[in-house]
């Protein structure tokens, strides 16, 4: 077993490699650029909606308020009808990418804490390279990638989005093991 003091040097500096690195994948020209493509219609859409001044949240559209509302014709004749959709509203105005930035720091940092519990709880100092690796990317792959998964099984989301951001999730899941394995305590 080693303790999660043994093993912050690999937590920050795997959270280090990872923020970088994921900076650049979504900010160059790579593969998601077309994640979210444009709505038909934006402006119409946008002028429809915007006298409506809908809070930010999370929303399902038709939604019914209760199960038997739900097998009601009325409800099943919106379904029909359409359009079916989740949407996330968000604030008006500039988004601030430093909320954001900070927000998925400490987000990659927990990951990397998960991964430093799991594989000091499994393994001692002096493990080999390739068992550190197996542990640490293991356990980071879930905590980037498989609850993603259920935003497309149930939530629609596009699988082509979950597909690249689980690509992500493994590259994240790489680097962290590699860094884990290389700062194993001895």
């Not at 199960?67 to 004749?77: A, D, K, L, T, W």
């Not at 989740?86 to 804490?113: C, H, R």
């Not at 100092?125 to 197996?134: D, E, I, N, Q, S």
Request: hydrophobic share 50%.
């Amino acid at each position: 077993m080693t303790g999660l003091d043994a093993l912050w040097l690999p937590i920050l500096l795997s959270s280090v490699i990872v923020f970088i690195l994921s900076s650049i994948i979504h900010t160059g020209p790579f593969w998601h650029r077309n994640d979210y493509p444009k709505i038909p219609n934006e402006q119409k859409v946008m002028d429809a909606l915007r006298p409506l001044a809908i809070p930010p949240g999370d929303y399902m559209i038709p939604r019914p308020s209760s199960h038997e509302q739900m097998r009601s014709p009325e409800f099943i004749e919106k379904m029909k009808n359409g359009p079916v959709m989740v949407v996330t509203v968000m604030p008006n105005g500039q988004m601030s990418m430093a909320n954001n930035l900070v927000s998925w720091f400490l987000f990659i940092a927990v990951v990397g804490l998960c991964a430093a519990y799991v594989t000091g709880r499994a393994l001692p100092a002096g493990t080999p390279y390739l068992r550190v690796f197996r542990f640490a990317g293991t356990t980071a792959f879930i905590g980037y990638s498989v609850a993603l998964w259920q935003m497309s099984i149930w939530y629609k989301r596009a699988w082509s989005t979950t597909i690249k951001a689980t690509f992500d999730g493994l590259i994240y899941a790489l680097l962290t093991a590699g860094t884990f394995g290389w700062l194993w305590p001895r």
